[in-house]
């Protein structure tokens, strides 16, 4: 697994409620990924870190932020969730090359 | 729109047998291929990867054929286990980019 470690594992949340997911490396990969997987859709770049403070956006960021204080920790957080937003959460890390190794996912459902 | 387009959707192979998935891209730029598998409640793992400069990678019964004229790559499984019986995801990138574009999945089933 990389030496990371997403959580919580599971959540359900209600509309309009802020959510934060953390994710954890203990491998000191300067940049780290937060995906959502969808049935049909695949695995999709919410955002991503090079380094502490330093974010940028991927393909489907609206509705979504994120903080990286610490190299060790990503987190994401869904300022005011909404239905669409149910899914399941990958945090992922690089590795030396191109390579990108995955966490263990978070399944949020947003009622 | 979909950078990288994944098929069949779901493949149902005997034991022993070999499974093939197929993805296409249209982005020429990219140089990273990766194929990843997941199981029911797990990250995706990588399996295998390979760059455009190769037509073809194998390591134990997983092979990547890469056909750089068509822009395709396939994943081959031979000798087919029930324990193979996961989702499968390509994926494309450009070396130096922060975006892994990820196939849509294929869902394996063998078949003892």
């Known amino acids: 697994d990389a030496g990371i470690t997403q959580s919580p594992r599971h959540k359900v949340t209600e509309t309009g409620t802020p959510v934060t997911l953390r994710c954890h490396q203990t491998e000191n990969h300067r940049y780290m990924y937060w995906y959502r997987q969808d049935p049909g859709h695949g695995l999709r770049l919410i955002h991503y870190?090079?380094?502490?403070?330093?974010?940028d956006k991927g393909e489907v960021s609206d509705g979504y932020s994120v903080s990286r204080s610490k190299t060790e920790d990503f987190l994401l957080t869904l300022e005011s969730a909404t239905s669409s937003q149910t899914s399941v959460y990958f945090c992922a890390i690089r590795g030396t090359g191109t390579e990108a190794f995955f966490g263990q996912g978070t399944r949020l459902t947003v009622v | 729109q979909q950078q990288v387009k994944q098929s069949p959707q779901s493949l149902i192979v005997q034991k022993g047998g070999i499974s093939i998935i197929n993805c296409a891209y249209e982005n020429t730029a990219f140089d990273y291929f990766p194929w990843y598998q997941q199981f029911p409640g797990k990250g995706p793992a990588l399996l295998i990867a390979?760059?455009?400069?190769?037509s073809e990678k194998k390591e134990g019964r997983f092979t990547i054929s890469f056909n750089k004229s068509a822009k395709q790559f396939s994943l081959h499984i031979m000798d087919s286990q029930p324990g193979d019986s996961a989702t499968y995801f390509c994926?494309?990138?450009?070396?130096?980019?922060?975006?892994?574009?990820f196939g849509t999945g294929t869902r394996l089933t063998v078949i003892p």
């Open positions: 390979i760059r455009p400069d190769v």
């Open positions: 994926a494309a990138s450009k070396t130096g980019a922060n975006n892994l574009f």
């Open positions: 870190s090079y380094g502490v403070k330093d974010t």
